[in-house]
């Protein structure tokens, strides 16, 4: 094995609170000083995610608003308040960091019907407050492809929806797509909630904040197309074609919606063929993954390990299996639950996962391990990789060529 790193672009230092300031001026004239603001928070793991929440709260009671937290993220946290609550206070957003109250409730109210007839939930503390604000990242959608993505418009639909939105959502996407059906009841969320706007956050290769751009209400509906197309080009993706056996570090709603994100593992939540011939198979082509471990932001929700082939018996008995098989049922997606085989040390898995592959000779196993499928910027790959990549790969090794190492358990160091 050696170390690599992605020669991504370099990045240029961003003053969040700068940004913000300068942004925050289109919401100005919809702030009425007095009004009670919830600002509306997901679950998913973005960096800097407490710095730009307070930063918004500060710009909010700067406008003479009395702002509160509710929590945007669907069934997450076994669909109760206090898991909820545990998720967000995972990424430093508490009621004593951010100095508001968190209103954690998952009450609902139907607002409407989307054009297609899908009845459209809003939380019923957001509903009474006097404006709602939303922050979230926008990137490449983990379940489907197109001028959509995740971001505002999904937070309306599913996060202000708690569960009974999403639920709601799912069901009518399984007939109707993704797309079009998030679109036409964030449509009829936008008439029925008073939703002031939202912050849009890209982040870069390396995990960090790129941009933030402000969207006002009456911009949300076709404001996010253009920020997927910017965040797909920044998205980092794993360089080669054909993989082996991908060794995954960890796994989390933190990192993706999906636990790993498939746009970098290419496959999809519904489950995946395990064949070990490519057949036309769409690039990224990775025969095995064998995942590791939990993120501890993830609280136990291991969502996305059906993706995995093999995994560790650490890792399944840190599951949290109502917390995990509540979000995949909602997202009517059971595949992506299932267990795999899983074995008590890395060194067994790797050993058996490899020789699963029929590959002739072990040492020519083209071989990736990953921290995670958030943070490409350095990743660690077996010699046969390195002796293959394309001309003009964008790759430096920063390692000398070493054996796969493992700890006293036979777990990988």
Not at 6 to 28: H, K, M, W, Y
Not at 84 to 109: C, H, K, N, W
Not at 154 to 165: E, S, T
């Amino acid at each position: 094995m050696l170390r690599v790193r992605q020669d991504f672009p370099s990045t240029v230092p961003f003053n969040i609170r700068a940004a913000l300031g300068i942004e925050f001026a289109r919401l100005s004239s919809s702030i009425i000083p007095g009004a009670r603001i919830a600002v509306g928070v997901g679950s998913r793991g973005i960096t800097n995610l407490g710095v730009i929440v307070r930063s918004v709260l500060d710009l909010l009671r700067a406008a003479g608003a009395n702002p509160f937290i509710i929590p945007a993220m669907g069934s997450h946290g076994g669909a109760t308040p206090d898991g909820q609550r545990d998720i967000l206070a995972g990424y430093g957003v508490t009621e004593e960091a951010m100095l508001v109250p968190i209103l954690a409730s998952l009450e609902v109210r139907q607002i409407g019907e989307s054009e297609d007839g899908v009845p459209v939930f809003c939380s019923t503390e957001a509903l009474a407050a006097d404006g709602i604000v939303l922050i979230n990242r926008v990137k490449p959608h983990t379940d489907f492809e197109g001028t959509l993505g995740s971001g505002l418009l999904k937070m309306c639909v599913i996060g202000l929806g708690k569960r009974a939105g999403a639920t709601a959502m799912h069901i009518a996407a399984s007939h109707l797509g993704y797309e079009r059906v998030i679109r036409n009841m964030a449509k009829a969320l936008l008439q029925g909630a008073p939703v002031l706007g939202g912050v849009a956050i890209l982040e870069n290769q390396f995990h960090e904040t790129a941009r933030l751009v402000v969207l006002r209400r009456d911009e949300m509906e076709t404001g996010e197309d253009s920020l997927l197309v910017e965040s797909r080009a920044l998205m980092p993706l794993l360089p080669f074609e054909d993989i082996d056996l991908l060794i995954v570090d960890r796994l989390g709603k933190n990192i993706s919606g999906a636990g790993m994100d498939p746009n970098v593992i290419g496959r999809g939540v519904q489950g995946y063929i395990g064949a070990l011939t490519r057949n036309g198979h769409s690039a990224p082509f990775i025969r095995r993954i064998f995942v590791r471990d939990l993120t501890p932001e993830t609280h136990g929700n291991s969502i996305g390990i059906g993706l995995a082939d093999v995994t560790t018996t650490r890792l399944v008995r840190a599951m949290d299996h109502r917390t995990t098989y509540i979000n995949a049922l909602t997202a009517l997606t059971p595949q992506s639950a299932k267990i795999p085989i899983y074995f008590d040390t890395d060194r067994e898995a790797i050993a058996l996962t490899l020789a699963s592959l029929a590959i002739a000779d072990i040492r020519a196993a083209r071989v990736v391990r990953i921290t995670d499928t958030l943070n490409l910027s350095e990743i660690v790959i077996s010699e046969p990789l390195w002796i293959e990549r394309e001309s003009g790969a964008r790759l430096t090794a920063v390692s000398k060529v070493f054996e796969m190492e493992f700890d006293a358990d036979d777990n990988l160091i």
